[in-house]
């Protein structure tokens, strides 16, 4: 018998991959979590049907969500995640002596359960000491919060089920007040083959608050169309413009100071989406 | 009734796309061909049951396949073709005023015959006064051509079927007499994800050749893992060294002068594969 799991990334294309096992399948009080065991990515965390992580290709996103921020912010001490309860992005902060204090606010605490279980490797920092763990609702956390955080960093599904306030305007708004007054945030922003719109409205909406917004790309396979996208907005620092010294070694596999640079640097139809 | 598209690009991963209709399907002398009406990227090519080319995304590749080798050399004047035999090369090729000739060598005929009916705005400059086409060995076309060249441009297949020895040393040297003393070529070299030993064969092998090897990336959709590599050897022109004077406007959807140089700008992990 073979059992292939299939994401329809859009109603007319999908990827497909080889299952060895359902580790564990749960309706939660949220979303459809599903953890399988590839046979080329390794193990697999899906909410709602959709890729969230997989062991293999997991350090493209989560290096790019953490690393670009933190680098452009001259002293990171306080850091916020909203969602990112497979720990991935908590295992890359850790990495900044700078960092005091990372929380993390997921809504759902048994994406945090299995990743725990079923995803070691990924979710290794969920116990270090710099790390606060809230299951509740970010939106809210953002809300009640007032010049609290130097970086947060949006680690949510795509906008759909409990995601999709977290691409409005008001929650960048909320952000912003969140933030301290030289803060900076950034979001995943979903991919610009299929989701253009999307892009180009978020693109919009930070750009209306922040002085600063930027838009940056990484490549991730198990991503529909395998290009992601992340925007930054930012009340006083730019990504382009870290002072070189700022720059220093850290155990990557997919950032380093050059690709931070060269992931602004965006393909002619990409750039064209945020004019 | 729904049919769907396949493609296994590893043993155990894949795309899949929905398909209108299938338009043709032949096989001929050297591969089984396939021209596709997908829902979600348009007329699709597939030989020998990988994806060749859409009409949606098919620009990535050609421009960068075309724009990075004739900006970097100087005045390049001829050109040469292996493969590329659905056209999108070409109409690139043609959108500089400095060549004079491109000459197109593709084995098999028929992906020329149904690239021409079935993707009539890729295959688009096959009638254009610079053009010449010759159904005919890549191969054996190379090996009998001697400083003829200013760039050359290997648009194959993967390494199966009648692509398979356009991976092996003995091709790039072949390419190296083929050129002009001061020529260039690139070669689509797949994919890091899941093919990295190729990329590192190739690499050594056209580094032992030529004395300037790079590698450069680009987003390609249909491709296995959205994130393709070219590798490029050169006599003489260091595409990383283009005078900016060099760089003039082209109408493209990709290719920028700035992508040309944050293509070369390599993920960690991809940077390590040609250490």
């Known amino acids: ?57 997991e350090f493209v996103y989560h290096e790019m969500v953490a690393h ?30 700078e960092v005091e204090k990372a929380t993390l606010v997921d809504i759902d605490g048994k994406v945090i359960e299995y990743s725990k279980k079923y995803l070691p ?3 290794s920092a969920f116990d270090h000491s710099k790390v606060e763990v809230k299951v509740g609702d970010g939106f809210m956390h953002i809300a009640e919060s007032r010049d609290a955080y130097d970086v947060i960093m949006v680690d949510s599904t795509e906008p759909v089920g409990p995601a999709v306030k977290l691409f409005e305007k008001g929650f960048y708004e909320g952000i912003s007040k969140a933030l301290k007054e030289d803060g900076l945030f950034i ?12 892009i180009a409205q978020v693109f919009k909406d930070v750009k209306e608050i922040f002085p600063i917004t930027k838009l940056y790309t990484a490549n991730v396979p198990t991503y529909p ?51």
């Open 68 to 97: 670009v921020p933190l680098f452009t912010h001259p002293n990171p001490k306080h850091v916020l995640v909203v969602g990112g309860g497979d720990g991935g992005v908590l295992r890359e902060i850790v990495k900044h002596p």
């Open 121 to 123: 490797t990924i979710s």
């Open 225 to 275: 169309s395998g290009l992601w996208t992340f925007t930054i907005g930012s009340k006083k620092y730019d990504p382009l413009d870290v002072p070189e010294e700022r720059f220093h070694d850290i155990e990557t596999k997919y950032y380093t100071k050059e690709i931070h640079k060269a992931s602004f640097v965006l393909p002619k139809f990409v750039g064209d989406i945020i004019k």
């Open 187 to 198: 979001a995943q922003t979903d991919n610009p083959w299929f989701k253009a719109d999307l």
């Open 1 to 57: 018998m073979e059992l292939w799991y299939t994401e329809k990334q859009t109603e007319n294309f999908g990827i497909t991959a080889k299952v060895k096992q359902t580790l564990h399948t749960e309706q939660t009080e949220f979303q459809r979590l599903d953890m399988l065991e590839t046979e080329e990515f390794g193990n697999m965390l899906t909410l709602d049907g959709m890729v969230m992580t997989t062991e293999k290709d």
